[in-house]
């Protein structure tokens, strides 16, 4: 697995940390890769007045050049390291609908959104972060430390009782992005994580003996030592978030099954409360992406005419 086509969203233009710039220039140096910035922008209230003269146009595409150069500014960071750069800046409504839409246009392997409320409300970032976990064509890696690539473990969220869906085998999808994400960056080790749910009454010592051995033998497959293998029985979410803390993770890599009806999974509501609550990065993987909900093209009113 290597990811030859990066995408980097950038909310506030002059609010971007440059660990997040740091960390996209290690992954793109790595494998050689280019990268996409992409900015989503829009103001509706700037253009009300001019729409009924049909000026709209006009000062988007003013406003949309304006925002471009700011962004090849922080492009520029980037060529300074080596990296080949594009920019794109589109005026899009919803933000995470803009997000998609690019990634469509523009096909990376990852996505990569800072996980921070730079000039959104926290209600806003929730709300992106939970439709791109759903809906976005690839896979996504939501930056939240502040620390290095150069210390600390990436950790894999595994399953072996899961049954492998249509697109594969999610354990395997998300070993293999460990894998790549820790070669990256500095071969830092991978270490193989599972969290269960315990059922009521406790867990039985057969069943915690077996689940034990499923993951040690997956581990096994992959070359992982076992000394790097943990087995945790009790809330996922509260067992993650521990150990991620505990291992000093610089990662946490969760496969995510994609719902097939109107019901959401639980692994992507489990996703949407590790971004808020894990201290380290997490890059989301699937084995097969779905964007129904997003079509191609804005809604009519989100692009004023004449353009």
Do not use: N
């Amino acid at each position: 697995m290597i990811w030859r086509r990066l995408m980097l969203a950038v909310s506030g233009l002059e609010l971007v940390p440059i660990h997040v710039l740091d960390r996209v220039g290690r992954l793109a140096r790595a494998f050689g890769a280019h990268v996409e910035l992409f900015h989503c922008l829009y103001e509706p209230e700037a253009v009300q007045a001019e729409t009924a003269h049909g000026r709209a146009g006009s000062v988007i595409a003013a406003r949309v050049e304006e925002r471009r150069r700011r962004l090849e500014r922080l492009a520029d960071i980037l060529r300074d390291q080596g990296v080949t750069v594009s920019t794109t800046v589109r005026w899009d409504f919803p933000t995470y609908e803009g997000i998609i839409r690019q990634a469509l246009r523009y096909k990376p392997e990852l996505l990569i959104v800072p996980a921070i409320a730079l000039e959104e409300t926290l209600r806003t970032l929730v709300y992106r972060e939970q439709r791109l976990i759903e809906q976005a064509p690839c896979a996504v890696l939501f930056v939240k430390t502040r620390e290095t690539y150069s210390k600390g473990c990436i950790v894999a969220a595994v399953d072996p009782r899961r049954t492998p869906d249509l697109g594969g085998d999610l354990d395997e999808a998300a070993i293999g992005a460990a894998k790549t994400l820790a070669g990256a960056l500095g071969e830092v080790p991978v270490h193989l994580f599972h969290a269960a749910q315990s059922a009521e009454g406790g867990v039985s010592s057969a069943l915690a003996s077996v689940t034990e051995a499923q993951v040690r033998h997956l581990a096994e497959l992959h070359g992982i030592p076992a000394r790097e293998v943990r087995v945790e029985f009790g809330e996922p979410g509260e067992t993650l978030a521990m150990y991620v803390r505990e291992a000093r993770a610089q990662a946490l890599v969760f496969g995510v099954r994609r719902a097939s009806g109107a019901l959401r999974e639980p692994d992507e509501r489990l996703a949407e409360r590790l971004v808020d609550e894990i201290e380290c990065d997490l890059l989301i993987v699937k084995t097969r992406y779905e964007h129904a909900a997003v079509g191609a093209q804005p809604a009519p009113a989100v692009l004023p005419q004449p353009l």
